[in-house]
């Protein structure tokens, strides 16, 4: 289920949103409220929601300067404004860069409830495809049945993406074959050749970590098996069509 945080310091608003709601029925459960900024960072923290509706303007801590340190920190939960038309241009372009969607108060009856409806179901492709990548080492090929050395292969390339020197000849050593003989039956069974089955997987795996918003580009940089920051942005555009920055930029506002 969707875990759900409700941060507005208005006490009746606030208590409507978390009383009201029917929140098991949407696939929902409310883990904490909070009257402030600083209580929703706190929050955040303990009970790490997946979805934060908060209003714009809160004593102490506003609701935009939340969302901007949680972002700092890495965390890429989808959050929900709630905003007055007074506030609409004031919170205009923040809107844009952190949150799923807005409201204007006042709201009608059910309109909430779409909007929560609408980050569950993005969220639940999001956990359906992590699952799918998880389940699936051999996400991008043909079906059908592979021989002994190219499953292998494809394993040894999932435990060894991050090494640098990674490449056809450490695979081969590795199953006691020839670079030819792994390298003709990889193209055939697989239409990839080694090295740019060992990219396609690596650019696979950097989504996945940039999509976090936990790691710089650096850092993913490192972890998939690159010393060159340049030129793994340049192969990763090359591949998925975006800048790691900008792919990140995209994941942080889901």
Same mark, same amino acid.
């Given at each position: 289920?969707l875990?759900?945080?409700? &941060?507005?310091? %208005?006490?009746?608003?606030?208590?409507g !949103?978390?009383?009201?709601?029917?929140?098991?029925? !949407?696939?929902?459960? #409310?883990?904490? %409220?909070a009257a402030?900024?600083?209580?929703?960072?706190?929050?955040?923290? =303990?009970?790490?929601? *997946?979805? !934060?509706?908060?209003?714009?303007?809160?004593?102490?801590? *506003?609701?935009?300067?939340?969302?901007? @340190? #949680?972002?700092? %920190?890495?965390n890429?939960?989808?959050?929900? $404004?709630?905003?007055?038309?007074? +506030?609409?241009?004031?919170?205009?372009?923040?809107?844009?860069?952190?949150?799923? *969607?807005?409201? #204007?108060?006042?709201?009608?009856?059910? /309109?909430?409830?779409?909007?929560?409806?609408?980050?569950?179901?993005?969220?639940?492709?999001k956990?359906?495809?992590?699952?799918?990548?998880?389940?699936?080492p051999? $996400?991008?090929?043909?079906?059908? +049945?592979?021989?002994?050395?190219?499953?292998?292969?494809?394993?040894?390339?999932? =435990?060894?993406?991050?090494?640098?020197h990674?490449?056809?000849?450490? &695979?081969?050593?590795?199953?006691?074959?020839? /670079?030819?003989?792994?390298?003709?039956?990889?193209? =055939?069974?697989?239409?990839?050749?080694?090295?740019?089955?060992?990219? @396609?997987?690596?650019?696979h &795996?950097?989504?996945k970590?940039?999509?976090?918003?936990?790691?710089?580009?650096?850092?993913v940089?490192?972890?998939?098996?690159?010393?060159?920051?340049?030129?793994?942005?340049s192969?990763? =555009?090359k591949?998925?069509?975006?800048?790691p920055?900008?792919?990140q930029?995209?994941?942080a506002?889901?």
């Amino acid at each position: 289920m969707l875990k759900v945080l409700v &941060v507005d310091d %208005e006490m009746l608003l606030r208590k409507g !949103i978390v009383l009201e709601i029917d929140w098991p029925s !949407i696939g929902c459960m #409310l883990v904490a %409220e909070a009257a402030n900024g600083i209580e929703g960072i706190e929050a955040t923290h =303990k009970y790490q929601p *997946d979805l !934060i509706i908060t209003d714009i303007r809160m004593p102490k801590m *506003d609701g935009i300067e939340m969302v901007k @340190q #949680l972002r700092e %920190e890495g965390n890429e939960v989808s959050v929900i $404004f709630l905003t007055a038309y007074s +506030d609409f241009s004031y919170a205009q372009s923040a809107i844009k860069l952190y949150v799923a *969607d807005y409201l #204007l108060k006042p709201f009608e009856d059910g /309109e909430l409830e779409t909007a929560v409806l609408r980050v569950r179901r993005r969220w639940e492709e999001k956990q359906k495809k992590k699952m799918d990548i998880d389940k699936d080492p051999c $996400f991008m090929l043909k079906k059908g +049945d592979k021989s002994k050395y190219v499953m292998e292969a494809i394993e040894y390339i999932s =435990k060894h993406y991050s090494d640098e020197h990674l490449c056809i000849a450490t &695979v081969a050593d590795s199953l006691g074959v020839s /670079e030819g003989h792994l390298s003709h039956i990889f193209k =055939k069974e697989t239409d990839y050749t080694i090295m740019s089955y060992i990219t @396609q997987y690596r650019m696979h &795996v950097a989504m996945k970590l940039l999509s976090d918003c936990r790691y710089k580009v650096y850092e993913v940089t490192e972890m998939v098996g690159y010393h060159d920051c340049t030129y793994f942005s340049s192969t990763f =555009k090359k591949v998925v069509g975006v800048t790691p920055s900008e792919y990140q930029d995209r994941s942080a506002i889901r």
